[in-house]
């Protein structure tokens, strides 16, 4: 771009974009974004066309995902922006710097504040309705200051907690003509120096004082590029780690440090790990109900806690007392520490007490694999995971057993990925997460489990799949609808089936069809025995495949946090070690090193 003369400002925008290092842009045209449409196939930027905008934007954010950067989408007015708010609140809720660049209507045509709903057609007040879920959220009135607010946009989206971002450039603004020379940008305030010097030794030193420390390790330390300084890290001081959903492949299932993942449907080992242990270190996880459970009062009761997390807010929800918030980049804090030199912590009872336990309780239990009519969703995603390779990319769907099911059994190899959006937990995140990701890896292979359910949303990107020829392989779970709700209504509603499978009004078409008009190569598994044989068929396959799998549509999740109906009607949650089904009391207080809570 020459300096001196003027340029379109669509075009200006994809420049600015291809200048970040932004490879790849996830879009679905529009007459209110022509001149962007334009500017996008112009700019050399590959623009990868998906067939609705939710898929688009929750393509681009497991695309940043996977990048730890910035995913982009377009999108065009009214319909088009409103489409693609679930990606946004996804980027939300998952933390991603994602960036919706948007048409909007002529400025002259914007309805504002005439009070009549549209003046025109395609309209939406776009900027209003997203700004709840974003960090920051703009109509460019004026083409004078679109650097100003990609420069802020950027830098918004990218730094702190990240999050979702969104530039609305009305019709006539992305013709304008600007001068980049001109142009004025965003400053963004010098952060004062600071220092987690103090921080650090203070956790060291709790650390030494502690008999049963454990770490929780959350996406916070992706986040912050910390991941092999916290490798680094674990291995000097040795002590036991846990991860969160989001959090899963921060370690292989083969490092020494790593002791399972925790929650309300956990793994049993883990949860009496956490449970029991007397310092807690959470390093950038959110820490929600599904992590630590609902009853905060009963959340590791006997542990000291120490919570670093960068956004204020998240420290302050807590229902109990946090021995050491430290509102900060817990990279920053690892890398402290590292600095520090720490030895290795002599706590052998301990990781002999936490292998004990999860040897104890092994998640996929042989009668799993004895299974004659069905396939249990525990023995698919334990041979899926057994075959995949390193460097593979798993895409749970982000809802239902297809996703709870995986984490609770999935061993993790070196370089492999997990990209879910446990978060959002919205249905239909499975195709178009599996796509993002395959783009932002240079097509890696890319295997996703995806409920019957959730498949049919956002099923329309699977022609964008074919299209790209990508080597993305669905397992789509066939257990007759939404096993989640049916599992509540058995629970909670005596069995009584509304909307929850094909005798209460959810009808699902043939999967194999759908595999065959997508032009996907479709495969079938409906006996245990045959597990092993097609796993591998359809993972040395080449290029997209769907395989339908027949589960036994009566599969819950176990071990699982129960909850009870009080007198009253109010739910109450057992504590996060007390999963159902409930061990033997004896068994039970045998595992127990703090006091359990009574019965009753
Ligand atoms: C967008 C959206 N709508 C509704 C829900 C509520 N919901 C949670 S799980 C679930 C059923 C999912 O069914 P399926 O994808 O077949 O997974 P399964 O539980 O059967 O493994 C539903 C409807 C949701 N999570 N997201
Ligand atoms: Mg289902």
Redesign the pocket.
């Known amino acids: 771009m020459n300096a001196d003369k003027t340029v379109k400002l669509a075009d200006y925008v994809f420049d600015y974009i291809k200048k970040l290092g932004v490879k790849d842009i996830f879009m679905l045209s529009g007459g209110g974004c022509m001149h962007l449409c334009d500017s996008l196939g112009r700019s050399g930027i590959n623009y990868i066309c998906c067939l609705h905008e939710q898929g688009a934007t929750i393509a681009a954010l497991a695309y940043s995902h996977y990048k730890n950067d910035l995913g982009v989408a377009l999108v065009t007015t009214g319909p088009g922006s409103t489409n693609a708010l ?1 990606g946004v609140a996804g980027a939300w809720a998952e933390s991603a710097p994602l960036m919706i660049i948007s048409g909007q209507v002529k400025t002259a045509d914007i309805s504002g504040k005439s009070g009549v709903r549209m003046l025109g057609f395609q309209e939406a007040p776009t900027v209003d309705i997203v700004k709840p879920v974003t960090k920051y959220a703009v109509t460019v009135s004026d083409p004078r200051k679109i650097k100003y607010h990609l420069d802020k946009a950027v830098h918004i989206a990218k730094s702190g907690r990240p999050g979702p971002v969104w530039i609305d450039i009305p019709l006539d603004v992305q013709a304008a003509k600007i001068n980049p020379a001109k142009l004025k940008g965003f400053k963004p305030a010098k952060e004062p120096a600071r220092s987690l010097k103090k921080e650090a030794l203070r956790v060291l030193s709790m650390i030494e004082k502690s008999q049963r420390p454990v770490i929780m390790a959350g996406y916070g330390i992706r986040i912050s590029g910390a991941v092999n300084d916290f490798l680094k890290l674990i291995k000097m001081l040795g002590i036991p780690v846990l991860t969160t959903w989001k959090g899963a492949d921060l370690l292989t299932d083969e490092n020494p440090y790593f002791y399972g993942r925790p929650g309300t449907a956990g793994q049993r080992g883990a949860n009496f790990i956490l449970q029991n242990s007397d310092l807690f270190i959470s390093l950038g996880a959110r820490l929600d109900f599904g992590q630590i459970g609902y009853e905060h009062s009963s959340f590791a009761r006997e542990a000291k806690k120490v919570i670093v997390d960068i956004d204020p807010a998240e420290l302050n929800k807590f229902r109990f007392k946090i021995d050491m918030p430290i509102n900060d980049d817990c990279g920053d804090l690892i890398r402290e520490m590292l600095l520090l030199k720490p030895s290795p912590k002599n706590c052998r009872a301990w990781l002999d007490y936490c292998s004990q336990v999860n040897e104890k309780y092994p998640v996929v239990l042989p009668q799993y694999r004895k299974k004659k009519k069905y396939i249990s ?1 525990y023995v698919l995603a334990e041979e899926i995971s057994r075959n995949m390779m390193n460097g593979d990319i798993f895409v749970p ?9 995986p984490m609770q059994v999935f061993k993790f190899k070196k370089d492999q990925r997990s990209l879910n959006s446990p978060g959002i ?4 995140f ?1 195709v178009p997460s599996a796509l993002g990701a395959c783009v932002a890896s240079g097509k890696k292979r890319v295997i996703c489990t ?8 956002n099923i329309q990107e699977l022609e964008t799949i074919r299209r790209l020829n990508l080597p993305v392989k669905f397992f789509v ?1 066939n ?9 509540t209504q058995r629970n909670y509603f005596g069995g009584f089936y509304v ?2 499978n094909s005798t209460s009004g959810v009808t ?1 078409p043939d999967t194999i069809k759908i595999a065959q008009a997508y032009g996907f190569k479709a495969f079938y598994l409906d006996k245990t025995s045959a597990i092993k044989k097609v796993i591998k068929k359809i993972l040395n396959s080449k290029g997209p495949a769907i395989c339908e799998v027949m ?1 036994d549509p009566m599969e819950a999740v176990a071990p699982k946090v129960s909850s009870a109906v009080e007198a009253d009607g109010k739910m109450f949650s057992k504590p996060l070690e007390d999963l159902y089904p409930f061990l033997p009391r004896p068994e039970f207080l045998k595992n127990m090193i703090i006091k359990p809570i009574k019965e009753g």
């Open positions: 679930t969703t769907g982000s809802s239902g057993m297809c996703s709870d099911i937990g919205s249905m239909g499975g995806n409920g019957d359910g959730g498949f049919q949303l779970l257990n007759d609808g939404y096993a989640s709700i049916k599992t909307g929850s699902l589960i």
